[in-house]
């Protein structure tokens, strides 16, 4: 890992060097995947089923073959080990009650003259959510994903997950069940991203798409966006932690892992006060990085993105935290609650020693589709909002008209517009 200092003369050019990740879309892929969406548009499910079979090898002759009913789901559930059950309910209860806090509602005034102005929340009629499929599980994806549009009164939310070879995941369709979705399709890749946006014969469209993928899903997504609506384009994982030097150094290490493991382009960065903890949290590293099955790629994500910061003190490392912006944050300190109040932007902050970031992928309550490639400037996490629309009550009296006529007259004239001034002056008295 790089080892940076905060008081070098060369520290933000390191660091704006450190952070640096290529946006820009392949053009080799957004071409493949303008001419699937395409192709999906034109033909609906038989371009859906065609490159099904070809991208995950199944051999589906018809939709209903890549159709899953709430029966599949609970059978799935119930083929579970009880204490997969167990979490799976416990992560599902927990996701739910900190969703229903912040489910917005209704409003209405009187100003005074008697006119009504106000707020009507209203959720989506019906959801997509992308889960990934493959070599991993994603359970807590499904429940990240779909408790919230639950909660949000979202009246269908339909599943789309890619079975290769036609393996079907347990946990993954149980966990919809939990959560709550109404309907699943084993279909994966752009096509499930275009059948979502544009709808096919037997896949019905949609208002919004949420979820991670790989490549070909975050392009597909981005065509879309504006027939649909998406959660996000995410770029890779990220956690920052600041330390002082109270938690032990093998926790830091194994936090730092646990974002490392996702890829070989994720990204650990650690910012110490102390030289000696950094050579406490390496030493550890080397330890047990012996024993993690994902070694190869923590090491390639490591060298790659991963930094080692010694900054001089917690409002320096705090300072530095809030350029990063980064999508998991950790304080490790003693007094956490203090320091986060000097943390404008991430994604989610996780505070004290005992708060590993893990917990909150998983079971915590707050949603884990989080801001990322320093977004969390200007964005926020997934949460119930994004399934639910604001639309604005205006109810005028005939008290109000006669000043807010006056007013929308000038300003109307004064832009040219003969027709909207007319329309208000119309409901004037005199």
Not at 58 to 77: E, G, I, M, P, V
Not at 232 to 246: H, R
Not at 301 to 310: D, Q, T, V, Y
Request: aromatic share 6%.
């Amino acid at each position: 890992m790089k080892l940076l200092n905060a008081q070098s003369e060369n520290f933000q050019a390191e660091l704006e060097a450190l952070l640096a990740f290529e946006t820009a879309q392949d053009p080799k892929i957004d071409q493949i995947v303008a001419d699937i969406c395409a192709d999906v548009q034109q033909r609906g499910d038989a371009a859906v089923i065609e490159y099904t079979n070809r991208f995950d090898g199944t051999c589906a002759h018809t939709l209903a073959d890549l159709t899953l009913s709430q029966d599949d789901l609970k059978n799935a559930f119930e083929r579970l080990p009880e204490n997969v059950q167990t979490a799976l309910q416990t992560a599902a209860r927990r996701v739910e009650s900190y969703h229903r806090r912040q489910k917005m509602e209704s409003w209405h005034y009187l100003d005074e003259d008697g006119t009504l102005l106000g707020q009507k929340i209203t959720p989506l009629d019906r959801v997509g959510i992308y889960v990934p499929g493959g070599k991993a599980a994603y359970p807590s994806s499904v429940i990240m994903n779909a408790m919230p549009a639950h909660v949000a009164g979202v009246g269908e939310i339909i599943m789309v997950v890619p079975t290769p070879k036609g393996e079907r995941n347990d946990i993954v369709l149980a966990a919809a069940y939990v959560a709550g979705v109404t309907k699943v399709f084993t279909v994966g890749g752009a096509q499930a991203v275009a059948a979502l946006a544009y709808g096919t014969q037997g896949i019905p469209q949609v208002d919004k798409i949420t979820g991670p993928g790989n490549a070909f899903v975050a392009a597909a997504k981005r065509r879309v966006f504006g027939v649909v609506g998406i959660d996000m384009v995410a770029g890779p994982s990220e956690i920052l932690v600041i330390a002082d030097g109270t938690t032990p150094a093998e926790w830091v290490a194994m936090d730092l892992f646990s974002q490392a493991e996702h890829d070989e382009i994720a990204q650990a960065i650690l910012i110490a006060t102390s030289q000696n903890y950094l050579d406490e949290v390496k030493a550890a590293m080397d330890t047990l990085i012996e024993a993690m099955p994902r070694r190869a790629i923590i090491e390639a994500s490591l060298g790659n993105r991963g930094a080692f910061i010694l900054a001089e003190n917690l409002d320096r490392a705090c300072e530095i935290a809030n350029y990063i912006a980064p999508e998991h944050l950790e304080l490790s300190v003693e007094h956490p609650q203090q320091w986060a109040e000097k943390i404008r932007h991430a994604g989610a902050i996780f505070m004290g020693k005992y708060t590993s970031e893990s917990l909150g992928d998983y079971c915590a309550g707050p949603n884990h589709v989080l801001p990322t490639s320093r977004t969390a400037r200007f964005s926020s996490p997934l949460g119930t909002y994004d399934f639910q629309k604001r639309t604005s009550l205006i109810q005028v009296s005939a008290d109000g008209a006669q000043k807010l006529g006056k007013t929308a007259s000038t300003l109307a004239h004064g832009e040219m517009l003969t027709a909207h001034a007319r329309a208000a002056e119309f409901r004037l008295k005199d």
